[in-house]
């Protein structure tokens, strides 16, 4: 089955720097990419996501891109703030098998 | 808010016991998935349930159960619960079987003591 890795685990960042958050995955089959943001107590919230046929997504300090020759895929958050502050997680799917096979998630400390 | 809703928000039950979590999809949303959350594995599917059927299953125990009813909510149940049951137990909510976006609810923390 899909195996899908994420680094790094934790990362710390002042406040207007940029973070990137990185995952690989193993199913060559997997075409949708999503991101979830979860804060303390709360749900996976999904704050961008990408399918196969498109490299490069973004939607205001936000932005993933995709390799699909390299199997990876990148979460770039740009002017970090501290409300940015959260545990960010990375996962796959893919038609037929739409079940989501998470990253570990990385913990994104934001600096005031 | 996602529009999906869970209940309870918590849960504390002793071992040997069995527990019924609930889930409301989103309006609309006929696609409900079942997702443990725990500090050692992550997060991990369990099952899916597309318009009252099911659809895929993942690391779902045999002690644990789900259903989907007509009106598309959906329960897990948990039996027989060990202490390595407790966890977070997060549904998910997407359009149709094979629409793509999942959104989740806010959870149910279940403590086996």
């Known amino acids: 089955g899909e195996n899908v890795e994420q680094h790094p685990s934790t990362l710390s960042v002042q406040e207007g720097d940029s973070a990137v958050i990185k995952c690989t995955y193993s199913?060559?089959?997997?075409?949708?990419f999503p991101w979830y943001k979860q804060e303390l107590g709360k749900g996976p919230q999904l704050i961008i996501d990408?399918?196969?046929?498109?490299g490069e997504k973004k939607d205001q300090r936000i932005a993933v891109t995709l390799n699909k020759t390299a199997k990876h895929f990148s979460l770039h958050i740009t002017e970090t703030q501290p409300e940015d502050s959260a545990v960010y997680f990375c996962?796959?799917?893919?038609?037929?098998?739409?079940?989501?096979?998470f990253g570990s998630g990385t913990r994104l400390q934001v600096q005031p | 808010d996602s529009g999906v809703t869970q209940t309870p928000k918590h849960l504390i039950t002793a071992t040997g016991q069995r527990v019924t979590l609930r889930c409301s999809p989103r309006?609309?949303?006929?696609?409900v998935y079942w997702y443990q959350q725990s500090l050692d594995q992550g997060l991990q599917f369990l099952i899916q349930?597309?318009?009252?059927?099911?659809?895929a299953k993942g690391n779902i125990l045999e002690r644990f159960s789900a259903q989907q009813f007509p009106d598309l909510h959906s329960e897990l149940n948990l039996s027989s619960l060990e202490l390595g049951d407790s966890a977070l137990y997060f549904c998910?909510?997407?359009?149709?079987?094979?629409?793509?976006?999942?959104?989740f609810g806010p959870g149910t923390r279940l403590t086996v003591t």
């Open positions: 199913d060559s089959a997997s075409n949708y």
């Open positions: 990408i399918r196969s046929n498109v």
């Open positions: 996962a796959a799917s893919r038609t037929g098998r739409r079940a989501l096979t």
């Open positions: 349930y597309y318009n009252g059927e099911e659809r």
């Open positions: 309006s609309g949303d006929l696609s």
């Open positions: 998910a909510s997407s359009a149709g079987q094979g629409a793509n976006e999942q959104y």
